[in-house]
């Protein structure tokens, strides 16, 4: 196409862009169109895309379409095959996307819609993409190496081992952040303990067709079982309304806690891929069904948002977390704008598929901005709905007062009104008893998500069967995230312990299995309990903690990132990473500050502890909330001083090398020409 | 007036009679985005793990050939974190 017609397609694309971001950020006092968020962000990935990712791709990472990748030089039809860079953009988005993007903004939309929209934009364009991408490209200049190999080779010791801890401690904080969200959408919930439930039959049912009937038909298998789950949601609406059955599927959120504990016990500990394997199958298709379905409902359906752009809690008094739009609302948001689990991705199967140097940019940087958008849509899930009816359905009772009346009261002093037979006909139109200190987001999201749908597809008829369908598709998601967390944890648990005493190392051997199984469930539930029975709902401490850890290794991946750069002699692009890496380290190190050290109870741990101790009389209940807050201040302290190790050696590696006191030495793979260039010209 | 080579998207009359099962009037990017939709999910859904397990085995499709690959497969994939 000639210059100037795509200098006037940028120019318009900018032109729109910037006035759909003025008109997000500009309207006060009126509701705006969904569709205003999507063109931002349309406009925001595809000018990002074209200049920025290129920038990158061309001045900093030099990319290299004469190198042969690892999948070509070392292809084994296994872990190695060079794969269509499409293919690879499709596997790469299914392993990225996870709970984070739906959970995150959905909790931050408590701050009104513009923070976590502008947010979600600029950090996907400058930190969440970049990140994404450089780590994906230097883990194929590695042979595929991860994060923590890399960290360990480029900066040193220190660097390989808090990557290490911060790998562990992100996933042990996510699976106890993800089971309470889980534990919170399901409680007193018939009709959702019983569409999950029925999951388990239908994924034997599909293991059995898979290995006996038609081996190796994962997407036919796929189809048939998201027809069992949407009977089984249809056969969920029978159970809760039948008085005889409904009252074995009713379970407290303690009851629901332990199940789920013993749960990720024998998911981790015995080989049950008849049950884990088609499940996890099922959950891919119901994420990917799901997140393209609310796609078509947004843009199809076009809702108005009527959430204000900026609430009055973004100075800190938030019933949902505490604590003032910075850091907290960055740090809540997370993997929608820059997630530091990404890296381990990047670095793990994807570099291993990919199969010409130049398109890591499209499946990194691309990848990202599709993950991006899906928190885009999750904003838009959130802000749909009356800002008071997503105020009682997020809010702890410990906040808002524990009967219906009390919380309306309360909510609508606050300005967003919101009235207890309103609330009572909403739960009655999605097929549940209350939804009122529904914390966690997930109820919050699906009611949005059902609001999006019954406009048009079914109607109000259909709310609760798509109320429940939302409800049913994060809870199966995240229990596949936290069975293979927590195989995940085991075995990095035992390739260390192995480094002690071999046998514990031996992942067959029955007593390490069972003994480091043990640890990492007793882990994720101590926290899961002590958020099950916080007064103040759980998500207000773990969300955070879960956000901290998550963007602390965000941290380490653009220290590693930085570093590389600076070896590569390119320090004078350095600011790529630095800015973001920056960026990060101001968010981060602040938020943990506050978590330890705040005055105020509702933001730090230790104030929590201290009022708790002075203002209750003292027992075994007290005791225990008083050391999980005392133990949430000590983990967030060890990561920061860890993170903070690995930030000023990597800090004095790059003084050494710039100055000349140090010879700048990559370890990238030696070059090999690639054979798919003379192929493709020929 | 007389083109020289086809276009690139041009097919001979041949290969648009073995693609016999593609109607006409369907066109020709939309098979295309549809056939790489279809190989994106089949890498997903390893079915294409377990084409290629069966080629470099050189074994045919059966119960036992797919426990053999599911096997393979547990110990690659309980390695794997599943994103937050």
């Given amino acids: 196409m000639k210059k100037p017609i795509l200098i006037l397609i940028w120019s318009s694309v900018a032109m729109l862009g910037a006035l759909a971001l003025g008109t997000i950020a500009l309207h006060r006092g009126e509701q705006i169109n969904a569709m205003w968020l999507v063109v931002a962000a349309f406009c925001a990935y595809a000018l990002g895309y074209r200049f920025y990712s290129k920038f990158v791709s061309a001045k900093v990472l030099a990319l290299d379409a004469r190198r042969a990748t690892p999948a070509e030089r070392l292809e084994d039809g296994r872990d190695f095959v060079p794969t269509n860079k499409w293919v690879v953009f499709g596997h790469h988005f299914a392993a990225i996307a996870g709970p984070g993007p739906l959970v ?14 502008l947010y979600i934009l600029a950090g996907a364009v400058f930190a969440g993409c970049v990140q994404d991408f450089v780590i994906l490209l230097f883990s194929v200049r590695r042979d595929g190496k991860s994060l923590t190999e890399m960290a360990r080779d480029e900066i040193g010791i220190v660097g390989g081992f808090v990557a290490y801890v911060a790998v562990i401690s992100i996933i042990v904080i996510l699976l106890g952040a993800g089971a309470l969200i889980v534990v919170n959408a399901l409680k007193s919930s018939p009709w959702g303990v019983f569409t999950i439930a029925m999951t388990m039959p239908i994924a034997v049912l599909m293991g059995f067709y898979l290995r006996h009937l038609r081996p190796g038909k994962v997407l036919e298998v796929s189809v048939l079982g998201f027809i069992l789950v949407m009977f089984a949601i249809w056969g969920g609406q029978w159970v809760s309304q039948t008085p005889a059955v409904a009252p074995w599927f009713t379970l407290t959120a303690s009851t629901l806690a332990i199940v789920i504990i013993i749960y990720g016990f024998f998911a981790s500990a015995l080989p049950v891929w008849l049950l884990l ?16 379905l609310l796609a078509v409902g947004i843009i199809v359906l076009r809702p108005t948002l009527h959430m204000p752009p900026l609430t009055r809690f973004i100075d800190g008094s938030g019933p949902i977390f505490a604590g003032s739009i910075f850091p907290f609302a960055f740090i809540t948001i997370a993997c ?8 381990l991705i990047s670095s793990g199967t994807t570099p291993k598929l990919i199969r010409r140097e130049p398109e890591t940019r499209m499946v990194g940087y691309g990848a990202m901005m599709a993950e991006s958008m899906v928190a885009i849509m999750a904003v838009i899930a959130a802000c ?16 808002v007062g524990l009967s219906p009346e009390a919380a309306s009261a309360t909510i609508s002093s606050w300005g967003f009104p919101v009235s207890a037979a309103g609330m009572h006909a909403l739960a009655q139109a999605v097929g549940e008893q209350t939804l009122f200190n529904r914390t966690g987001g997930a109820p919050a999201f699906a009611v949005g998500m059902a609001h999006i749908f019954s406009s048009s597809l079914g109607g109000q008829a259909v709310m609760a069967i798509w109320y429940h369908f939302a409800i049913m598709f994060e809870a199966l998601f995240i229990l596949t995230v936290l069975d293979a967390g927590t195989r995940v944890g085991r075995f990095m648990v035992q390739d260390a312990l192995g480094h002690i005493w071999k046998p514990l190392g031996r992942t067959s051997w029955y007593p390490s299995i069972l003994a480091t199984s043990a640890l990492i469930v007793a882990a994720w539930g101590s926290f899961l309990w002590q958020g099950v029975k916080d007064p103040l709902g759980g998500i207000n401490s773990l969300w955070p903690l879960f956000g901290i850890c998550n963007q602390l290794l965000a941290t380490v991946a653009l220290c590693v990132a930085t570093t590389i750069i600076v070896k590569m002699g390119k320090a004078r692009y350095s600011a790529v990473t630095l800015v973001p890496l920056s960026w990060l380290v101001a968010v ?4 943990s500050w506050h978590k330890m050290f705040d005055p105020n109870p509702r933001v730090g741990f230790l104030a929590h502890a201290r009022s708790l101790a002075s203002s209750a009389a003292p027992s075994h209940e007290i005791s225990r909330l008083v050391f999980n807050d005392r133990l949430d201040a000590v983990v967030t302290g060890a990561l920061v001083c860890m993170v903070a190790l690995i930030l000023l050696e990597s800090t004095f590696l790059w003084m050494r090398v710039l100055s000349g006191g140090m010879q700048a030495r990559v370890r990238e793979a030696p070059f090999v020409a690639t054979r798919f260039a003379a192929e493709e010209q020929g | 007036m007389k083109r020289s080579r086809p276009w690139p998207n041009e097919r001979s009359t041949a290969e648009s009679c073995s693609a016999g099962r593609t109607p006409a009037s369907i066109p020709t990017w939309f098979v ?8 994106a999910l089949r890498e997903i859904f390893d079915e294409s793990a377990y084409s290629r397990f069966l080629a470099r085995h050189e074994m045919r499709s059966c119960p036992d050939a797919y426990a053999v690959f599911l096997r393979e497969q547990e110990n690659l994939k309980a390695r794997r974190a599943k994103c937050c």
């Fill in chain 1, 277 to 292: 394997a088609p499940r996890d199958y099922l959950s891919t298709f119901v994420k990917l069904g799901t997140i393209g």
């Fill in chain 2, 32 to 39: 295309g985005a549809m056939a790489l939709l279809f190989s």
């Fill in chain 1, 588 to 591: 981060t190190f602040t938020a």
């Fill in chain 1, 104 to 117: 995150g903004p959905v909790l931050a939309a408590q701050f009104g819609y513009l923070p976590g929209t």
């Fill in chain 1, 336 to 343: 929608g704008a820059i997630s530091g689990f990404h890296s």
């Fill in chain 1, 384 to 399: 749909v709905l009356q800002p008071g009816t997503y105020f009682a359905i997020n809010s702890p009772a410990g906040v």
